[in-house]
């Protein structure tokens, strides 16, 4: 019996540019980057709202890729429209408008047959939306919760109480920072693990990730990738990389080393989705090119014994 | 018989503030964090030029550790003074004061008994002494170079007639990216091969490092180190651990392998470094401390077989 995975966050239409080009209203959206990555796996739901505007075909592409939509919420309106840009490094998004639409008013409420789903991600939403999620679902096997600094500032009552419900965070280096005080991420994870997490991975966009758990710390770069066209999602496809390979082992219980493969994953399909405009990259994806971009992975990382 | 390694830098007081303090005119330069790294490893010998204010303490440290001083010069004057700062994420130093002294006539000339060194590291100093260094020394091994964003705009053409010379450049990932024109790292390691270099070592501060050559990337992040004090001299620390291992190493030819572990010795003796003011806390370090903080690596960033 496979293990299912709910995701509860944004559907969105972007607007964005980079020096490499810009797209207007493409889609996007933490539940559709998430889902897309994590499909290639396994088994997806998602629970999210857009709005009157939203693409039938926007919908089916998700249909056919074994995601489960009965959660998303058609509400009157528009849909959920960010519009943002990046400079030369690309390591950070500028906002430059933020139409929340029918996202303002979202509530999210899972499906009965959403209830029981082993896996649960908590995307970047409001910690209270975040909270009522956790209220909602049945002794979930892993559960994982992003966030953003929005949140830390204005919602970190809130915030400490998801943090001291889920498994697992997944943060931004400079968030991580933020939510911590700490200087650098080493220390960051440290202290985010007294919160209450088993588990962080701190995202370093270029620079990789750095996983913190009881055995300490496991860090890779990111996958070498020369042609970035837009950076956007990435964080997302991560999570959805990562919940996607370890719902796909068919344990009740998790190793770290289980969590380092998943990180792993997180990375490779991470990889995919910064080499095109919004999802463009990433849609394109199947299980040989992750296979094929995974082996490029391990022998950009791996350290051979040393000769004699 | 053992190979011998050749720098060719720096000898300086240093006055530095971090966020975790300051000292004033602390010993560093480029070639003393690079002896006493690479002097764990294998015999080094340093050409540079000090002042009379340089204290004979600070040339038996040396001399106490095996590195030959022949080629260190006093001449009427100060020593090299370097005073600078570092904000909260400790990733760029800002130069406030830079009292060049004797370094301003610095003209690099090599004892007899130094010019068939087999390894030669050129520090960061301006090209056209790193182009008079090579015409000294007779048939090296191996030989790489550093530099800085003042040579990469002010001394381009010599530059780039020192990469056509050099098996390896050593570079942080600010000037790789000064010196191509390219906006990411992995972008920049290919154009740097172009230059010349058959291997090129973009250092990445508290991100690791990325090396490139004919095989592909390898790429591993920094060692986890939560206290970090002051960064001052880690590059070249890097340097020093890269060629001591290497050095160490009884081939007269090299593999990729090989230069992939240079790489992880750099990375643990910087993390050394790091961790007080100035050479403070690289100068405590024995063999044995090498070996723990190499196991700490190791662990931090193996991946071992996913479980069935």
């Not at 088994?43 to 939203?54: A, K, L, M, N, S």
């Not at 991420?185 to 991975?201: D, E, K, N, T, Y």
């Amino acid at each position: 019996m496979k293990n299912h995975i709910v995701v509860v966050g944004s559907l969105a239409y972007d607007s964005i540019e980079t020096p490499r080009g810009k797209v207007e209203k493409t889609l996007g959206g933490s539940a559709n980057y998430f889902s897309v990555a994590a499909s290639l796996f396994s088994p997806v739901r998602i629970v999210g709202v857009v709005g009157e505007d939203y693409a039938s075909s926007d919908l089916e592409l998700l249909q056919t890729r074994n995601i489960d939509t009965q959660g998303m919420i058609t509400a009157k309106g528009k849909t959920f429209h960010w519009e943002g840009s990046y400079e030369n490094d690309m390591n950070e998004a500028k906002t430059l408008k933020t139409d929340l639409n029918v996202f303002e008013h979202f509530n999210p409420e899972l499906p009965e047959s959403y209830r029981n789903s082993e896996f649960v991600f908590l995307a970047n939403i409001h910690p209270q939306l975040q909270l009522r999620v956790l209220d909602q679902v049945k002794n979930p096997l892993f559960v994982a919760s992003d966030t953003m600094n929005l949140w830390i500032n204005a919602a970190r009552a809130d915030l400490l109480k998801v943090l001291s419900r889920v498994h697992t965070l997944l943060i931004n280096e400079g968030e991580a920072k933020l939510l911590t005080g700490a200087s650098n991420a080493i220390a960051a994870a440290s202290l985010i693990l007294q919160m209450g997490p088993r588990f962080v991975v701190i995202k370093r966009g270029e620079y990789g990730f750095l996983m913190y758990g009881p055995e300490g710390y496991f860090m890779l770069p990111a996958v070498p990738v020369s042609d970035v066209i837009d950076p956007t999602g990435a964080g997302d496809t991560f999570a959805g990389g990562f919940f996607g390979y370890l719902a796909s082992r068919a344990h009740s219980s998790f190793t770290t080393n289980d969590l380092k493969w998943a990180c792993v994953f997180g990375s490779v399909m991470a990889s995919f989705t910064v080499q095109g405009f919004g999802l463009s990259s990433l849609l394109k994806v199947n299980s040989q090119d992750v296979e094929t971009r995974l082996n490029l992975f391990e022998k950009a990382t791996k350290l051979s014994k040393a000769e004699n």
